[in-house]
């Protein structure tokens, strides 16, 4: 039943089919963010949505007969559009006759542009537009989450310009998200939406979607061994330093990570790691990033860089910022999100220290604080043809302009300057026929026509270093 | 082979787990480990959400050498070397046929629990497979979110109830509060688990992945959720701005009886309200057998709801029930769908109030305020290992305690939960409680050992578990 197309709208749906106009043939749809704090967005996570709900034979006799039981069941009454959903099974051989355009994955659009399209193909088919709708607009989710990452990497970014060493952006934040999340699925295309923008993870089901959805060929993020809590506490509080000292030892090459704050990191990282594993520390052919979890970051930080500078060493780059011995290094993995992340890079600079010095790891303020308001998103209707003959519609509620939607068929089109805008056949009568639509039809009658690759996704929205400048960076607050 | 690398349970861990099995003391025998909401505004919660977590992902034979090879492939890429506990898994496959050695212990789904009490423990049931216990916290750990919605929703309910005992007539909160979530969510098996946490509560939904997930996971038989046949814009607007009229005449011609919803602020509410349904359609609704529920989907809430009830009121009549407030005639009640949420729910049912109105008229439906806007943070959850066995030393308590967070120590040793005569929870170990703690019976049951699930909970036990008794609710602590 969880695979049964009929079962995955909002229960409202079934009944729509009886509340369109007479002879409505045509339902076209649209898809924006209507705002909020994020001035652009990357376009992201419709293919997963295509390729695992409505590509191939989606609808069968079986499915029509399951779903037509549980939704009776549900409604005390049989309000389903058999009719249509019989017709598709005859007609289209249980496919679905949609088109879908949207903007190549990975292209960053501003808010409040057409990112997607839905029409259906058959005119005896209209109410199948809407009916998608559900499951096509959780595709606000993966389009937050890498949108709200890339934001991320121009604060970092920026940060490592002004500080240090810009190659180390790409692992500069690393997703800590599986546990925090709500499902598996959910942190299967979170994690691979926040790898649009960086390479690093544990949460693996990510780099399964990757592959599985979106033909990513070589794995697409890394990560390192690193203890938990329950690894340094199982060797009890009298043992702490043979607990980091087990763990130098059973990776003696390579980057790791050490959680370094089950009693007291500031005695962890000044007695153990600086003076009595000093030397191991030094001699390792690695790097042993140390991880404070606790407390506030800023003040934890503040103290940890200089007692590690003090016992470590380092350099003065050529930049004017202390770089601590590459032998060491921090993650700090709790309390992080967009803020707090721009907090920290300042504070680090303030105080002289390279961003170079710090690793981000990040959990729910990665993958789960987040919801369909964050960016406004909706799916609305914005064109019908009753009749054959086509008319513009739109919400407009008196009482929210914001709720206003964008009248007739819509195209996105790029302007000589590189940027968006979208039009419609009603507002821009003389531009719309000839204008170039940037919306790609990707899916028609149950065919996947355009596929992309994580490879170009994440080219197609990575950040140009010398176009940071001129970037929309936003404000935290 | 490639699909089933998402039903491989070597990869549903944090990456970092596949290292820490060299990383405990030599020779540990048992990890221990245990869950607890740490805080939060939240005083009390409903254990919900394991049985799926178990049957989905643990149950059974789960490991095999197909997936071993698989995961140890894909690890070894992420990695760039190999460090799977290649001889743990081969044990399990051998000794096990690919069972988890494992035994968690839990309370029973649907009870209600105050926070900073032990909800739930784990650990191996073979010396072999210590590290085994940890390496399932993460999707475990995601527990947190149905626990989180259950609680979220009754919480929810006890204010509705508190508030329809007040004005009107309780027997109603089963449908007050209908869950819209399904688009708002981020993947459709969260939309599927954060449902059915609602329903453990409540009786609507438009998030018909809750009904099928209770059928599947919670031996629910019947149908455990309703709903009703509603528009939405398109279905108005596709009428056009001139024909309003004729879209909402159509409603009600489509659907002459029963309970029918009707979204009415394509436009202009209150005149839809005042002059369309008010006035225009005013008999034929009067006329109709059942309910037609308006549903107002902009504007501030209070402000429109408010006007809303004046205006229907006026329009459609009603009555002063025998606690003094004012119903509308049956032919009519109000859906708010939009913006709603506790803090927003517990604004209205304040102004109904004040305005002299029965929360009866009203019905709220919520979508990211039901099911999205909640993170583990909420109720701070977190499983911590307590205990562990090393050989030659024998089983310690062990605790984090970190100088930079008292809140994160985590409670030491093993864990019971116990109740007492007057039926207040509380968690006892086996560290700070030795006298008690040997003869205390647990509350905790084994759910699940070496495989297999030794209790299941249906839908209606859990509903009925964690049901709010109304004339208990003077006593009940509201948030």
Request: aromatic residues 10%; negative net charge; glycine residues 8%.
């Amino acid at each position: 039943m969880e695979d049964n197309i009929l079962l995955k709208a909002d229960s409202y749906k079934i009944s729509h089919h009886s509340q369109y106009p007479p002879n409505i043939n045509i339902v076209y749809a649209y898809l924006e963010s209507r705002g909020g704090d994020y001035p652009e967005q990357v376009f992201f996570g419709l293919q997963y949505i295509l390729k695992k709900h409505l590509i191939g034979q989606v609808v069968t006799k079986e499915k029509l007969a399951e779903a037509t039981k549980f939704w009776t069941e549900h409604f005390g009454h049989d309000y389903i559009e058999k009719e249509m959903w019989e017709y598709i099974i005859e007609k289209h051989n249980g496919h679905l006759p949609i088109r879908i355009k949207a903007v190549p994955e990975g292209t960053v659009v501003p808010t409040g542009n057409v990112l997607m399209t839905i029409e259906n193909t058959d005119p005896k088919c209209p109410s199948l537009t809407t009916f998608l709708e559900t499951i096509l607009l959780q595709v606000w989710y993966p389009i937050t989450i890498a949108t709200n990452s890339r934001e991320i990497k121009k604060i970092l970014l920026k940060a490592l310009v002004r500080t240090g060493d810009p190659t180390l952006i790409k692992n500069q934040m690393h997703d800590f998200g599986f546990r925090g999340v709500s499902s598996y699925e959910t942190s299967a295309i979170g994690s691979c939406a926040h790898l649009t923008s960086f390479y690093g993870t544990d949460t693996i089901s990510g780099c399964v979607l990757a592959k599985n959805y979106y033909s990513a060929q070589e794995i697409a993020a890394h990560s390192i061994p690193a203890s938990e809590h329950s690894t340094m506490v199982s060797w009890t509080r009298e043992r702490e330093h043979d607990a980091y000292k087990n763990f130098l030892e059973i990776y003696p090459t390579g980057t790791i990570s050490c959680v370094s704050d089950s009693y007291n990191i500031y005695n962890a990282c000044e007695h153990i790691w600086g003076e009595a594993l000093h030397d191991q520390v030094m001699a390792r052919d690695g790097t042993l990033v140390i991880r404070p979890d606790s407390g506030n970051p800023l003040e934890v930080l503040e103290r940890l860089l200089n007692i590690l500078y003090a016992k470590f060493g380092g350099i003065t780059n050529d930049k004017g910022f202390k770089v601590i011995d590459k032998h060491v290094r921090i993650i700090q993995g709790d309390g992080v999100n967009l803020k707090t992340i721009h907090d920290i890079v300042n504070l680090i600079e303030r105080i002289g220290f390279s961003t170079d010095n710090l690793v981000f790891g990040s959990g729910g303020g990665l993958l789960q604080k987040f919801d369909r308001d964050t960016m406004k998103f909706a799916i609305k209707c914005s064109y019908v043809e009753i009749n054959g003959i086509g008319s513009p519609v739109a919400k407009d509620p008196i009482t929210d302009m914001g709720k206003r939607n964008k009248p007739g068929r819509l195209k996105l089109i790029k302007d000589h300057d590189d940027s968006y805008r979208t039009i419609s056949n009603i507002d821009h009568i003389d531009e719309y026929d000839k204008a170039d639509d940037q919306l790609v039809t990707v899916y028609e009658n149950g065919k996947l026509l355009q596929e992309y690759s994580l490879e170009t996704i994440r080219a197609t929205c990575d950040i140009d270093i010398d176009r940071l400048d001129f970037m929309h960076i936003m404000q935290t607050h | 082979m490639s699909s089933a690398m998402e039903n491989n349970i070597l990869l549903k861990t944090d990456s970092y787990k596949i290292s820490h099995h060299k990383q405990y003391p030599p020779e540990t025998t048992v990890v221990y480990a245990y869950l607890e909401s740490r805080g939060g505004d939240y005083p009390e919660q409903v254990f919900f959400g394991l049985q799926y977590i178990l049957k989905k992902h643990l149950a059974g034979q789960v490991v095999t050498r197909e997936y071993l090879e698989q995961g140890i492939d894909f690890w070894h890429k992420h990695f760039g070397y190999d460090i799977v506990n290649r001889e743990m898994w081969e044990y399990i496959i051998e000794k096990y046929d690919g069972y988890l050695p494992i035994r968690i212990k839990a309370v029973p789904e649907g009870t209600v629990v105050p926070t900073g009490n032990v909800l739930m423990t784990i650990e191996n049931t073979d010396p072999k497979c210590s590290s085994l216990t940890t390496f399932l916290e993460t999707i475990l750990l995601q527990i947190w979110y149905p626990i989180t919605i259950a609680t979220n929703s009754r919480e929810i309910k006890k204010i509705l109830l508190r508030s329809l005992v007040k004005t009107g007539d309780p027997s109603v909160i089963k449908g007050q509060l209908h869950d819209f979530g399904f688009r708002g969510v981020s993947s459709y098996e969260t939309s599927a688990i954060g449902s059915c946490a609602h329903l453990t509560s409540f009786s609507g939904t438009d998030t018909i992945s809750g009904c099928v997930l209770a059928h599947n996971f919670y031996l629910a038989e019947e149908m455990i959720a309703f709903s009703i046949p509603a528009s939405e814009h398109s279905t108005m607007v596709s009428w056009t701005k001139e024909k309003e009229r004729e879209a909402y005449e159509n409603i009600l011609d489509m659907y002459p009886n029963g309970i029918v919803a009707c979204v009415s602020d394509s436009y202009n509410i209150y005149d839809a309200c005042e002059h369309i349904w008010g006035t225009q359609l005013h008999d034929k609704i009067l006329e109709r057998d059942g309910t037609l529920v308006i549903r107002s989907d902009s504007g501030d809430p209070i402000e429109v709801l408010e006007r809303l009830l004046t205006i229907l009121y006026d329009k459609f009549g009603g009555a002063v029930n025998e606690k003094g407030f004012k119903v509308l005639d049956k032919h009519i009640r109000l859906i708010q769908g939009d913006g709603v949420n506790m803090k927003a729910i517990k604004e209205i049912l304040e102004l109904l109030e004040r305005i002299g109105f029965a929360t009866d008229n009203l019905i709220f439906g919520s979508g990211g305020g039901l099911l999205q806007k909640f993170d583990r943070d909420t109720m701070k959850f977190a499983i911590k290992c307590s205990f562990v066995e090393i050989t030659g030393i024998g089983g310690i308590a062990v605790a984090k305690n970190p100088i930079t967070d008292a809140g994160k120590r985590n409670k030491p040793g093993r864990l019971k939960l116990v109740k007492d005569n007057d039926d207040t929870y509380r968690t006892l170990n086996s560290i700070d409680h030795t006298e008690e703690y040997d003869a205390a019976e647990d509350q905790l049951v084994t759910v699940f050992e070496n495989g297999k699930i030794l209790c299941e909970y249906t839908f209606d036990t859990i509903r009925a578990n964690c049901d709010i008794d109304i004339d208990r609710l003077d006593s009940i602590n509201f948030m």
